[in-house]
């Protein structure tokens, strides 16, 4: 009873930010984000007799109690759904830069979910596949496909109905995805306590929900028809609405520092000399890049001659899951 998947992680270009129902995972807005082909997560789930609790090994290192806490949650699901009550020993490489805030959940769920459905024997499709890894991350329901992926929020109030669908195939149409590196300051508020306070507290938060459905029709237009200047300006301007959340929350909180801006201006000043570049951040300081594969050298560059920049991964979208012949690295008896 083991198998090994592999997932690669997401960016949104129309964020999820919110939650209508916190155990379910189940988002206030649909999403939408681009598998990037860079970065991802391989797992290997074996399930077995002998065990006596589940045994999770991050980067062959095993993991904290808390870390393991929240693999067992989604193989508690998983366990759940199948009938069987064997525990796991789980074994997951990273190859996103985590230490260096790049979120590595939604590559870390999705091939947890896929791994341990696999190897327990369940026979489903890739949409239920979805709502499984929803459950670890929300985000991570995204990353089950490759490309340029929807995720529908659904109206259901058992969350049967909020998965992600691919909405252009990653060979389809190239883009490129610079991922700016700045050095970690300040203690992370994470994405969950942060969308949390914005929906709770934020006046904000109604001008948020009141248009991420009108970007979301303007980004997949733009998609349709490649057009990649209206697809970055909205991206663009849909990111600075969900940071815009953050500082009307009580108590206000942002995730930009002095090195965000700095990316930020040099993304604008790049416009003004004819470059298409446009920028979008998660629930922390670094941010992505987006331009034409024709432009990615010159761009790259320029990032990286702003001092606070550390680095700059150039990435493309990206597969969906895919599974590999297992690997036994750990063992459990
Ligand atoms: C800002 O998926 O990490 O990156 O569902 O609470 O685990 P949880 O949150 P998570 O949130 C991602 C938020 C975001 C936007 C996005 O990826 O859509």
Aim: include cysteine; charge should be negative; glycine fraction near 6%.
């Amino acid at each position: 009873m083991e198998a090994t998947a592999k997932a690669h992680t997401n960016i949104a270009l129309i964020k999820y930010w919110g939650k209508r129902d916190e155990e379910l995972f189940l988002p206030m807005n649909n999403s939408l984000s681009i598998t990037l082909d860079q970065f991802y997560t391989i797992t290997s789930v074996q399930f077995c007799e002998c065990l006596t609790a589940d045994k999770f090994y991050l980067n062959e290192t095993l993991a904290t109690d808390d870390e393991t806490k929240k693999i067992s949650e989604l193989l508690d699901l998983i366990r759940k759904l199948s009938g069987v009550k064997m525990f796991a020993v789980v074994d997951s490489l990273n190859k996103v830069p985590t230490a260096a805030g790049f979120a590595s959940s939604a590559s870390g769920f999705a091939a947890l979910a896929a791994a341990a459905t696999k190897a327990i024997g369940m026979d489903i499709d890739e949409q239920t596949l979805s709502t499984i890894a929803r459950r670890g991350s929300g985000s991570a329901c995204r990353s089950i496909y490759g490309g340029y992926v929807e995720w529908q929020k659904g109206e259901l109030l058992d969350g049967t109905d909020s998965y992600a669908e691919q909405v252009l195939h990653e060979k389809e149409w190239d883009l490129t995805i610079l991922s700016v590196l700045l050095e970690p300051k300040e203690k992370k508020i994470l994405s969950r306590e942060g969308m949390r306070r914005s929906v709770e507290t934020s006046p904000f938060y109604q001008g948020w929900l009141e248009t991420v459905d009108e970007d979301l029709e303007v980004a997949k237009q733009a998609i349709n028809e490649r057009n990649f200047e209206m697809l970055g300006e909205v991206l663009e301007r849909n990111a600075m609405k969900m940071h815009a959340t953050t500082l009307g929350a009580n108590p206000p909180f942002m995730y930009w520092q002095s090195a965000t801006f700095d990316v930020m201006e040099k993304v604008q000043e790049l416009r003004e000399s004819g470059f298409r570049a446009y920028f979008t951040i998660d629930a922390g300081p670094n941010v992505k890049v987006l331009c034409q594969p024709k432009d990615e050298e010159y761009v790259r560059g320029a990032l990286m001659a702003l001092t606070p920049v550390q680095d700059v991964y150039t990435c493309h979208p990206g597969p969906g899951i895919s599974y590999l012949p297992h690997t036994k690295r750990k063992t459990c008896c």
